[in-house]
């Protein structure tokens, strides 16, 4: 009897690592003075 269970493409370790660093160092680059999401004006 043949196996009905499509396989589904997994994501290697080594991938999802990848992609975990990427979300966290872009989460933390929003915060950095100065950035696009840097909007305010201290010159007064």
Do not use: H, Y
């Not at 269970?5 to 080594?14: A, G, Y």
């Not at 999401?37 to 007064?44: A, G, K, L, N, W």
């Amino acid at each position: 009897m043949k196996d009905t269970v499509q396989n589904r493409s997994i994501l290697t370790p080594s991938r999802r690592l990848a992609i975990a660093l990427w979300c966290l160092i872009s989460s933390f680059a929003t915060l950095v003075p100065g950035s696009s999401i840097e909007t305010r004006d201290f010159s007064r």
